[in-house]
């Protein structure tokens, strides 16, 4: 298994300003996924951080957006950028871990709680 | 756009066993159904998985029909711990192994 932490847990930010989130892993892993879910929802996939190189969004998000950083094999970030009320949501990392054979399951943080006012 | 559909909410008796269903009746071959849950906004909580048989572990059991579209997580003994959402995704044991999460269902464990 890995562990996951998340910094901040929660916060509350201005409209315009922007927020980054780490995320740091006990372990190296493969691959590094930021999640976003917003109140009563599920969750959607953002991205997924690619070490070394530019991450890969899904559609309806955008690197201006939602900027990932991803140094090394344990870490990430998130940014949300010139935030409004409606990126309020909780933002959660997933991991994949090396090693981890073709079924293997990811594991998840404990998410960053975002309000926008 | 996420591949299976679940009731969005079911109650089940404390002790009993709570039968969670998903559909994912366009499932690849190479597609294995995963079971998550969520309690109150935490993270989401691996529970099992499996491509064709059935599989138990200490959490649960997870039935998948001999067509594979269609599967049943089930909650031997329900606890009012396992008041939670559940979600059940299928996905390619390779490629890029990302998780689109559908709807999920809201279980509530009754005392």
């Known amino acids: 298994s890995a562990v996951i932490s998340q910094k901040p847990s929660r916060d509350i930010c201005q409209r315009g300003t922007s927020l980054t989130i780490q995320c740091q892993v006990d372990?190296?892993?493969?691959?590094m996924f930021w999640y976003r879910q917003q109140p009563g929802q599920s969750l959607t996939l953002i991205a997924t951080a690619n070490q070394g190189s530019e991450a890969t969004y899904e559609s309806g998000f955008v690197i201006d957006k939602f900027p990932i950083s991803r140094p090394n094999l344990t870490f990430s970030t998130l940014t949300v950028s010139n935030m409004s009320p409606e990126d309020s949501s909780i933002y959660l990392c997933s991991v994949r871990p090396v090693l981890a054979g073709g079924n293997h399951e990811q594991f998840f943080g404990p998410g960053t709680r975002l309000t926008v006012l | 756009d996420a591949k299976t559909t679940q009731p969005p909410s079911m109650d089940c008796a404390e002790g009993r066993a709570a039968n969670l269903p998903c559909n994912h009746s366009?499932?690849?071959?190479?597609?294995?159904v995963y079971w998550y849950r969520q309690i109150h906004s935490q993270g989401p909580q691996y529970i099992i998985h499996g491509l064709k048989n059935n599989e138990t572990n200490e959490m649960a059991s997870l039935i998948i029909t001999e067509d594979r579209k269609s599967s049943t997580l089930i909650l031997p003994h329900a606890t009012l711990r396992d008041t939670a959402v559940y979600y059940c995704i299928v996905r390619v044991a390779s490629g890029t192994y990302k998780y689109i999460f559908g709807t999920g269902t809201r279980l509530k464990v009754l005392a």
């Open positions: 366009t499932i690849s071959g190479n597609e294995y």
């Open positions: 372990s190296q892993v493969t691959m």
